[in-house]
């Protein structure tokens, strides 16, 4: 079993810059695939970023490449998401996962682990 425990995120200005944290515990995610989604009111969760904790190979989704930012903290077990130049759109509740296949890191039911869940909510 793996926890994740999510923090960050809040109210951010359009343009400016917010963090997520997603600290694992439980089982080694050394060999997994770390990954961010988000879920809009209505919708699927969808991919939008994630990290091969191996060998640190990062994914993003047309919608926020070149703004959003994953990473990891091999001795904290954490992996962040840093958002740059945010948009209206990108108003929505945000959820860390795990999966133990990497290949499947751009499918949301590829995951097995998930964290609560923070919201983040852009203001213009």
């Known amino acids: 079993q793996v926890q994740l425990v999510e923090s960050g995120g809040g109210l951010v200005q359009a343009g400016g810059s917010l963090g997520l944290s997603c600290a694992a515990s439980g089982h080694p995610v050394s060999s997994y695939a770390m990954g961010w989604l988000r879920q809009a009111h209505g919708k699927q969760r969808e991919f939008e970023a994630a990290?091969?904790?191996?060998?640190?190979?990062?994914y993003y989704a047309d919608s926020v490449k070149g703004r959003f930012t994953i990473s990891r903290d091999n001795a904290n077990n954490t992996v962040y998401l840093r958002m740059n130049n945010p948009k209206a759109e990108d108003t929505t509740h945000y959820y860390c996962a795990a999966s133990r296949w990497v290949r499947n890191y751009g499918l949301r039911s590829g995951y097995h682990y998930w964290g609560q869940g923070a919201q983040v909510t852009v203001t213009t």
């Open positions: 990290i091969n904790w191996n060998d640190g190979s990062t």
